[in-house]
């Protein structure tokens, strides 16, 4: 199990400096900044928000706190589904990794 949490702790870190790395590639307006703002508020909290479930107190806690870190991981995708139909970003990963999967 610890190897799990491991695991699941490690991609949605990779997945907050994946998301710092991309947003870069946004248009600097100010569109482009209150959607990179919240883009990255959402796409990094889910990681803290899973190292906060890993010491939750009880079984309700813990499900509340995963509850919040899917929250947040649905939040991160509608802000990248936005990205994508308005262009803000001009990176074709983002274009391939939406054509994809969105």
Avoid at 38 to 67: L, P, V, W
Avoid at 83 to 94: A, D, Q
């Amino acid at each position: 199990m610890k190897n799990e949490k491991q695991n699941l702790s490690e991609r949605l870190l990779e997945y907050a400096v994946n998301s710092i790395k991309l947003t870069n590639k946004f248009s600097k307006d100010i569109t482009g900044k209150y959607i990179v703002s919240q883009y990255i508020r959402s796409s990094t909290s889910a990681g803290a928000n899973y190292e906060e479930a890993c010491g939750a107190e009880s079984k309700a806690d813990f499900i509340h706190k995963m509850q919040i870190v899917l929250k947040e991981l649905r939040e991160s995708a509608y802000w990248l589904k936005l990205v994508f139909r308005t262009g803000i970003s001009k990176s074709e990963n983002l274009r391939l990794h939406y054509k994809r999967d969105g």
